[in-house]
């Protein structure tokens, strides 16, 4: 998947932010020699032997592409990680022999029957803090409460969680590829005429993922559903074929995820819908090119509600001159969510609105409860780069009672509901220099470009 140099190189830039947050512990009367980093354990549905479909911890999962439960990574500064991998004797399930990978040279891996065998091979754990889902596992390993998860220490790793090494950015663009190649197929099963049930079973083949492989729930929405922002279900052959199709899913790579949306359309579809489609596409290149250095993410955002607002304007479906409150209100009906979001390990990824590597937070803009980021850009920042315009029932309905519900040409919204609603979503690196796109050249968008 990636290289073994570039891995090593990894392992060096998480070592210089560990001793970062070593010292800052410090500094808050924490002295630490080093953490443990824990997969976390399996959990149980209520009363049932069936387990919840489990997801290592993003912090563990920074320091080795190891899945599975119970495995912990030992971290202390200029030292090799050691990597304890947890592998049960047990014949009800598999726990075979690792294939040899790129990082297993670059650490010390060893290997236990059990978890309780973790403390004895470790030797002292009275300096170490742990970090992972599990207090529990946490004191069974004999670490003290003020040492499990302290703020001090997580703030700094919190932080350069956003910073992604270039072993990252390659576990990313692979992600990318790998969803791209579902997005492809997935057009093509929607222009087949295939149900959202099936559009999903296509993508899934196509990307080579089981369901519960994929970073986050796949959005499959044809036509109305499509303004159902998180949309879960997947309807079946009864309500297909559809006229707007609405993808937003992505794939994984070693723990690391691709975010990405496209919004096509068949023929025979309210006209202004296929060019508020090609409007959204235009102007969401515009905000890419906005990912860059010094940028508190913020401003890509009211970019967006202002490009909205005049794309609205154009297609004739709100009037032209209106006042600032009145935009706003009208951007936040229309599009009902955030820009974007940092994306890594996870899909919406830690830090987004970190003050700095102390912690503290910078809140989303008033009015904008749903803006994940609203940090600063600097270079190694990857960010979803995401609007959209939907025919929310329930919001349109409270815009009517508004004095900027005036604005609307209502018989124009009301042939737009069945439509749903379009969003195009990248996955954008931050660089020193440009923006990189890492979606535009493996998915064309609506125009064919
Ligand atoms: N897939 C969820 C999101 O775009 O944030
Ligand atoms: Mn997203
Ligand atoms: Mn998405």
């Given at each position: 998947?990636?290289?073994?140099?570039?891995?090593?190189?990894?392992?060096?830039?998480?070592?210089?932010?560990?001793?970062?947050?070593?010292?800052?512990?410090?500094?808050?009367?924490?002295?630490?020699?080093?953490?443990?980093?824990?997969?976390?354990?399996?959990?149980?549905?209520?009363?049932?032997?069936?387990?919840?479909?489990?997801?290592?911890?993003?912090?563990?999962?920074?320091?080795?592409?190891?899945?599975?439960?119970?495995?912990?990574?030992?971290?202390?500064?200029?030292?090799?990680?050691?990597?304890?991998?947890?592998?049960?004797?047990?014949?009800?399930?598999?726990?075979?022999?690792?294939?040899?990978?790129?990082?297993?040279?670059?650490?010390?891996?060893?290997?236990?029957?059990?978890?309780?065998?973790i403390p004895a091979l470790i030797?002292?754990?009275?300096?170490?803090?742990?970090?992972?889902?599990?207090?529990?596992?946490?004191?069974?390993?004999?670490?003290?409460?003020?040492?499990?998860?302290?703020?001090?220490?997580?703030?700094?790793?919190?932080?350069?969680?956003?910073?992604?090494?270039?072993?990252?950015?390659?576990?990313?663009?692979?992600?990318?590829?790998?969803?791209?190649?579902?997005?492809?197929?997935?057009?093509?099963?929607?222009?087949?005429?295939?149900?959202?049930?099936?559009?999903?079973?296509?993508?899934?083949?196509?990307?080579?993922?089981?369901?519960?492989?994929?970073?986050f729930e796949a959005i499959v929405?044809?036509?109305?559903?499509?303004?159902?922002?998180?949309?879960?279900?997947?309807?079946?052959?009864?309500?297909?074929?559809?006229?707007?199709?609405?993808?937003?899913?992505?794939?994984?790579?070693?723990?690391?995820?691709?975010?990405?949306?496209?919004?096509?359309?068949?023929?025979?579809?309210?006209?202004?819908?296929?060019?508020?489609?090609?409007?959204?596409?235009?102007?969401?290149?515009?905000?890419?090119?906005?990912?860059?250095?010094?940028?508190?993410?913020?401003?890509?955002?009211?970019?967006?509600?202002?490009?909205?607002?005049?794309?609205?304007?154009?297609?004739?479906?709100?009037?032209?001159?209106?006042?600032?409150?009145?935009?706003?209100?009208?951007?936040?009906?229309?599009?009902?969510?955030?820009?974007?979001?940092?994306?890594?390990?996870?899909?919406?990824?830690?830090?987004?609105?970190?003050?700095?590597?102390?912690?503290?937070?910078?809140?989303?803009?008033?009015?904008?409860?749903?803006?994940?980021?609203?940090?600063?850009?600097?270079?190694?920042?990857?960010?979803?780069?995401?609007?959209?315009?939907?025919?929310?029932?329930?919001?349109?309905?409270?815009?009517?009672?508004?004095?900027?519900?005036?604005?609307?040409?209502?018989?124009?919204?009301?042939?737009?509901?069945?439509?749903?609603?379009?969003?195009?979503?990248?996955?954008?690196?931050?660089?020193?220099?440009?923006?990189?796109?890492?979606?535009?050249?493996?998915?064309?968008?609506?125009?064919?470009?």
């Amino acid at each position: 998947m990636t290289d073994p140099a570039l891995y090593r190189k990894h392992l060096e830039a998480l070592d210089r932010w560990l001793g970062e947050a070593l010292e800052h512990s410090k500094r808050q009367g924490l002295a630490l020699d080093g953490v443990l980093f824990h997969a976390g354990e399996l959990v149980y549905y209520h009363a049932d032997d069936q387990p919840v479909v489990f997801h290592p911890a993003p912090h563990f999962v920074r320091w080795t592409p190891l899945g599975g439960p119970d495995h912990c990574v030992l971290a202390r500064p200029g030292r090799k990680p050691i990597v304890i991998r947890v592998a049960p004797r047990d014949y009800w399930y598999e726990h075979a022999a690792l294939a040899p990978s790129y990082w297993q040279d670059s650490v010390e891996l060893r290997e236990v029957t059990g978890p309780e065998q973790i403390p004895a091979l470790i030797g002292s754990l009275d300096r170490i803090a742990y970090v992972g889902s599990s207090p529990e596992a946490a004191s069974r390993f004999g670490i003290d409460a003020d040492r499990i998860e302290p703020l001090a220490l997580l703030a700094v790793l919190d932080w350069h969680r956003a910073t992604k090494t270039d072993h990252e950015l390659a576990l990313i663009a692979q992600a990318s590829r790998r969803a791209a190649d579902g997005h492809r197929v997935a057009r093509k099963a929607f222009e087949a005429g295939a149900s959202e049930r099936e559009i999903h079973w296509a993508y899934l083949q196509a990307t080579g993922h089981l369901e519960q492989e994929l970073p986050f729930e796949a959005i499959v929405a044809l036509d109305e559903k499509a303004s159902v922002l998180h949309y879960q279900n997947k309807r079946g052959a009864d309500d297909a074929p559809g006229k707007v199709f609405l993808l937003d899913a992505g794939a994984s790579c070693d723990g690391y995820a691709s975010d990405i949306t496209r919004t096509w359309i068949r023929d025979g579809l309210e006209p202004v819908f296929e060019q508020l489609l090609m409007s959204v596409d235009e102007l969401q290149r515009d905000l890419v090119a906005m990912v860059t250095p010094g940028r508190p993410y913020p401003e890509i955002h009211r970019a967006a509600q202002a490009a909205l607002v005049r794309a609205l304007a154009d297609h004739g479906i709100i009037e032209r001159d209106v006042d600032q409150a009145a935009a706003m209100s009208l951007a936040r009906t229309f599009m009902p969510h955030g820009v974007g979001h940092h994306l890594g390990i996870q899909v919406h990824d830690i830090g987004g609105r970190q003050a700095g590597p102390d912690g503290g937070v910078v809140p989303p803009p008033e009015g904008d409860p749903w803006l994940r980021n609203t940090r600063r850009l600097e270079p190694g920042h990857v960010v979803t780069v995401e609007p959209g315009v939907y025919f929310v029932p329930m919001l349109l309905d409270e815009l009517k009672q508004k004095p900027e519900g005036k604005l609307v040409d209502w018989s124009l919204v009301e042939k737009l509901i069945p439509c749903g609603g379009i969003r195009i979503e990248d996955d954008v690196v931050c660089t020193p220099s440009a923006p990189k796109d890492l979606t535009r050249p493996l998915l064309q968008g609506p125009r064919g470009v």
